[in-house]
């Protein structure tokens, strides 16, 4: 029997990253010395992505004697000691599996950062594979990202599957385009009324867990 396919993406899906940057940006101001208003300033810097020369950036705006490298590393293991996942959602990547299906996690990102977040957390070890679009330059929401992640999971598109995620357009729009069904991760936000909705919508990731086991044949457990 065929293995359905479910790709989830990390950031604010499994981990809440918004909540972690901003934790760390408190932290990095306080360590550095720097003043209080230059917080939202750090917290901007690594809001979208973070990556190697965005350190430069900030190395060169403080005049830090660090280096960025140095800094690099650090950001690392900080964000990988701040962040975690809750424990029903790492039980439900265990079920998932334990119902047969292939689940993996489809990430944009720096490798160093979204690789220690993972093994941090445990997720790592709970998926078939992962795959980080600095690895081969391919961003959601292109379609080549979801096929690569795909292929990380040992299997491909064409069989069909499912993206979970919190961005509208990198991962429903992406998913959607490369022929995924959809479940957006709502974080409390309602979606924009004029564009074309996610097959589902949930407020958090153990939601959309359970959503996919009723669609694992034989499963009975009903949604909370």
Not at 137 to 164: E, I, N, S
């Amino acid at each position: 029997m065929r293995r359905p396919l479910v790709l989830f993406d990390l950031d604010n899906t499994l981990v809440d990253r918004r909540g972690t940057l901003a934790d760390w940006a408190n932290e990095f101001t306080v360590r550095h010395g720097l003043e209080d208003e230059e917080q939202a300033h750090v917290l901007g810097l690594v809001a979208e992505r973070a990556y190697p020369s965005t350190f430069d950036a900030i190395r060169t705006r403080y005049r830090l004697p660090t280096s960025t490298a140095e800094m690099w590393r650090s950001y690392c293991t900080d964000i990988a000691a701040m962040v975690s996942c809750p424990a029903a959602v790492l039980d439900g990547l265990d079920e998932l599996r334990a119902a047969s299906w292939r689940v993996g996690v489809a990430t944009n990102g720096a490798v160093d950062i979204q690789c220690a977040k993972l093994r941090a957390t445990g997720i790592s070890e709970r998926v078939d594979g992962v795959f980080v679009s600095e690895e081969a330059d391919a961003r959601k929401p292109q379609t080549r990202h979801f096929t690569l992640a795909a292929a990380r999971c040992g299997t491909v598109l064409g069989d069909g599957g499912w993206m979970v995620g919190d961005n509208q357009v990198n991962d429903i729009g992406g998913g959607r385009s490369a022929g995924l069904r959809t479940i957006w991760i709502g974080n409390g936000s309602s979606w924009p009324p004029d564009d074309p909705g996610p097959d589902y919508t949930v407020q958090h990731a153990r939601a959309a867990i359970d959503l996919l086991l009723q669609h694992s044949v034989g499963n009975t457990r009903t949604t909370t």
